[in-house]
Nanobody, 126 residues
């Protein structure tokens, strides 16, 4: 089972940028799809973005299209989420997830992903 560790969260003013990272263990990182989800207090976990095994295909939730960019570096076993033009509504705990049996996952169902990180808090102030 892959182990996932997120980092890069924090407090940011609206309009600012943050980059989240997710370090994955194991030697097969380059063979499966990855994704980012977020969860606000009292809400269900929501799809943010996903990326295919090669990085050639990316998918985004409607609320982040044009502002967030998902990418991966398979040589470093690392997934990224670049978040620009942050809004207070982006405040949430962000989770990275692995779909170890899938090469491409277009989202948005969390059930398509079988391993999860512990989450990193992102807070955007107005």
């Amino acid at each position: 089972q892959v182990q996932l560790v997120e980092s890069g969260g924090g407090l940011m003013q609206a309009g600012g940028s943050l980059r989240l990272s997710c370090a994955a263990s194991g030697r097969t990182f380059s063979s499966y799809a990855m994704g980012w989800f977020r969860q606000r207090p009292g809400k269900e976990r929501a799809f943010v973005a996903s990326i295919s095994w090669s990085g050639d295909s990316t998918y985004y939730g409607n609320s982040v299209k044009g502002r967030f960019t998902i990418s991966r570096d398979n040589a470093k076993n690392t997934l990224y989420l670049q978040m620009n033009s942050l809004k207070p509504g982006d405040t949430a705990v962000y989770y990275c997830a692995a779909a170890q049996k899938r090469m491409v996952v277009a989202g948005p169902d969390p059930a398509d992903f079988d391993s999860w990180g512990q989450g990193t808090q992102v807070t955007v102030s107005s």
